[in-house]
């Protein structure tokens, strides 16, 4: 009897082991995955002024381009 209770003592410590090493594993791909999402969310971020800035500059060439023929043109 006192063995059937000693391993039964184990099987539970072993279970509750495993069940933390686990849960601990979820939090931390939990952790990493909100990780990766902050990293994509700044990288868009960054495209998106990347983008406007390359439009300005597009903008801004085309205004002094028209300018100058309208100047030239007087």
Same mark, same amino acid.
């Given at each position: 009897?006192?063995?059937?209770?000693? &391993?039964? +003592?184990?099987? #539970?410590?072993? &279970?509750?082991?495993?069940?933390?090493?686990?849960?601990?594993?979820?939090?931390?791909?939990?952790?990493? $995955? /909100?990780?990766? /999402?902050?990293?994509?969310?700044?990288?868009? +971020? #960054? $495209? /998106?002024? +990347?983008?406007?800035?390359?439009?300005?500059?597009?903008?801004?060439?085309?205004?002094?381009?028209?300018?100058?023929?309208?100047?030239? $043109?007087?």
């Amino acid at each position: 009897m006192k063995k059937e209770r000693r &391993f039964r +003592l184990a099987m #539970v410590v072993v &279970f509750s082991v495993a069940a933390g090493v686990a849960v601990a594993e979820g939090i931390a791909h939990r952790r990493s $995955i /909100n990780e990766y /999402n902050e990293v994509i969310r700044q990288s868009d +971020l #960054v $495209i /998106n002024r +990347l983008r406007t800035t390359r439009k300005l500059h597009a903008t801004l060439l085309a205004a002094e381009t028209g300018q100058r023929g309208y100047l030239l $043109i007087r």
